[in-house]
């Protein structure tokens, strides 16, 4: 006869693994996904432990209301990201199971006994070893800077959390949100917008050939030209000439860091003799704009829009407010106050008002 | 066989003397933005004789005088720089693989630039980091090598230990990068004449040029430094100081040049060699055409970093994909090493 008081560690526990899944909802069949990488990979329908290893689609998960399923994270996000602390405070007390490179520390990753891993799909051969090493689901996932890709991974992210419900909500606005911006960016006709040159990653020279929310807010990116022949995913390098033979009417600068860290300035831009001729320096509409940031926020490049939307057509927009809009737009995805201006604290961008 | 080295030689010289000005005046009508050959020319007629008729139009000015010429003479310079500098030490140390690498000072620069772009922000220019610790690095191999700075062995297991912490130190430094200041730092990295402008060139120019002229100027005293420790003493040359104001020398150059371009590799390694092939071990020969050739050689990979897409490709990375394939293709050919 085994005593009964014995056995209560052992039963207790147990039954608690039966009821919980069923309280919060999750006892449902595997869920297939399609990720980033064009791969076939089955979910199982518990998904209780994530450890997220690209940012975007830890944001997203906060974004989805399941935070609280993030047993690991990235390196980038907990030491880098300005933003994501405001967003989930908690993640100050998660793990950090990366190293620089996004590559599982797989020592820390294991004890934590995660269902899922996301990575990134631009390390595919580390989410192969990954799924090798550690024998379980592990999902490549990132817009790679297309806003198609991001409703789609918050989609998808929605299917594997059981979060349907809340990524329709989530993309609906977005979508919504993002057309109304192109439509009112567009009112005077797509051709009349200006030419926009970026200047990212900290250097006058690289620039995105691709960004999204130039063409939606009624730019054109000049760089998208380069497209053709521009072999690279996100950044080309280009020469000064080049940046001259554009003459763009915009210059962004890419403003996520705080101002001390930045290597590249809106005042050194103006005060470059070589670029003094550059319609845009003639006429001052050199401006920071956020950028990527390990692919983007949801919320944030959705107030970037609206952001160079007014940028571009300051008299269509007369009341735009850009932390006003900011906050509004990420107590939608994250359902708290001053989220926006907390960051823009940090950035300074309550300078960023133009005009 | 001597008139046919004395004919190469001779050849050597003149298009040594020719071939740089043809080159900086072709790459004048080299970039993105098109500027028709008579523009550039009454362009520059007309910078140069204000008074004249002639004068282009202000875009071309500003193209020509802003952007081009900086780039284009700091790509002379520095492809001189560290030719010479790579030339002198092989000469010094006898040693056909020697080059800017081997004293630290490539990685001591890589390092400065690094603890700059993550750490300082813009408090500390990059340029001025990298050649701080280009220096740093050098004057570490010496006091590494200490009383035995004289011996070549000595000084060249200096410059690898030197190498390989910086190196780390470096590795260090991008770990903990934040990803933003890694990207400017794997740019610097790959080295770009892309910034160049009047102020970088004002900086590197004297230390360049001082640098250089000076190299050419020992040029006799490396023939003797090469010929032996022993022999050299015998000929009444205080070989460590002689050793020592050459590798300073050697460091300075290359420290002013890589703090302003980023790591270029192989050009201080490729034209030395080359010119070797060409007239034979002779410093007297060897040194000040390394200088010039060495400069074509960076104009060159400068003008196809400019032109061969509508991006750029840096021109670190143009220097060793198609530099080294040429140098084994030369060895392979030739069979053996010139010193």
Known sequence: MIPAKSILPFVLPALAAMITPAAVGQSRSPVTIVDSLGREIVVPGRVERIISLEPEVTRIIVALGEGKRLVGIDFFLRHHDRLFPFVFPPSKRLPVVSNQGQDLNYEEAIPLRPDIIFSSPSEFRMTEAIEKKMRLPVAALASMGKFRDLVTEIETLGRILGREDRAAELTTYFKEHMEAIRRAAAATGVDTGPTVYLSFWGSLLRTPVSYEPVEAAGGKNLASRLLPSYLGTAGATVSIEQVLLWDPEVILVQGNYPPAERQMTVESILRDPRLASVRAVRTGRVHYTFGFWYWWDPALVLVETAYLARLFNPGRFPDFDLVREGDEIFKEFYGTEGLFSALCRVLECHEWNPE | ?339
């Open chain 2, 1 to 339: 066989m001597s008139g046919t080295r004395n004919k190469k030689t001779t050849a050597a010289f003149i298009l040594a003397a020719v071939l740089p000005v043809v080159i900086l005046v072709l790459s004048l009508n080299i970039g993105a933005y098109r500027i028709p050959p008579k523009a550039v020319f009454t362009t520059i007629v007309g910078a140069v004789f204000p008074g004249g008729a002639a004068s282009g139009p202000s875009p071309y000015a500003d193209i020509l005088f802003r952007i081009r010429l900086p780039r284009l003479l700091l790509a002379l310079f520095a492809g001189a720089a560290l030719a010479v500098s790579g030339a002198s030490l092989q000469a010094l140390f006898k040693n056909p693989l020697v080059f800017e690498f081997s004293l630290g000072i490539s990685y001591g620069a890589a390092f400065g630039a690094a603890l700059s772009l993550v750490f300082l922000g813009r408090k500390v220019p990059a340029q001025a980091a990298a050649f701080v610790f280009a220096i740093i690095a050098v004057l570490a191999v010496l006091v590494i090598a200490g009383k035995s700075a004289s011996q070549v062995v000595t000084i060249l297991l200096s410059g690898v230990i030197v190498s390989a912490l910086f190196q780390a130190l470096l590795s260090l430094v991008e770990f903990f990068a934040n990803p933003y200041a890694l990207q400017s730092l794997i740019f610097w990295l790959m080295g770009s004449l892309s910034q160049a402008d009047w102020k970088d060139l004002g900086m590197t120019l004297p230390i360049i040029g001082v640098g250089v002229t000076v190299l050419i100027l020992l040029r006799w005293r490396l023939n003797v430094l090469s010929l032996g420790e022993d022999e050299a003493r015998a000929l009444g040359v205080n070989v460590k100081r002689e050793k020592i104001v050459v590798i300073v020398l050697a460091a300075l150059t290359t420290a002013a040049a890589t703090a302003v371009t980023g790591v270029i590799s192989w050009v201080g390694l490729i034209v030395p060699h080359l010119v070797r092939m060409a007239v034979g071990a002779d410093n007297r020969k060897v040194i000040p055409l390394s200088a010039a050739y060495g400069a074509c050689l960076l104009l060159v990979a400068d003008d196809i970093a400019r032109s061969a897409a509508s991006f750029e490709i840096p021109i670190g990375i143009l220097t060793s994909v198609v530099g080294i394939p040429f140098f084994i293709v030369l060895l392979k050919k030739s069979g053996k090493i010139w010193l």
